[in-house]
Nanobody, 121 residues
């Protein structure tokens, strides 16, 4: 069974930094896509950043220059480095991956349960 588990959330002051981690576990043969999304209270879930299998990255305009997404292929782990955080970054951050399981041809979509990031003084 595949699981995505996020970690690294917490309370940080404006201007501070956090690093989120997402570990994918299970009989994974390949990860085609991985994204970080967030959902603030009363708002829809939105894409923060994503990375595809060739290493191409994409960022929401609101986080460009402040957030960096990366992956450790050997560990099936994805990171989101967040700098210069502001209160508008407060949200639950979710890890999403489209991946292939050993023995199956089709890729499937998986989500983690989320980790809360609160930016407040």
């Amino acid at each position: 069974q595949v699981q995505l588990v996020e970690s690294g959330g917490g309370l940080v002051q404006p201007g501070g930094s956090l690093r989120l981690s997402c570990e994918a576990s299970g009989r994974i043969s390949r990860i085609d896509y991985m994204g970080w999304y967030r959902q603030a209270p009363g708002k829809e879930r939105e894409l923060v950043a994503n990375i595809i299998s060739d290493g191409t990255t994409n960022y929401a305009d609101s986080v460009k220059g402040r957030f960096t997404i990366s992956r450790d292929n050997a560990k099936n782990t994805f990171l989101l480095e967040m700098k210069n955080l502001n209160p508008e970054d407060t949200a639950v951050y979710y890890c999403n991956a489209v991946l292939r399981v050993v023995g199956y041809i089709s890729a499937k979509d998986y989500w983690g349960k989320g980790t809360l990031v609160t930016v407040s003084s």
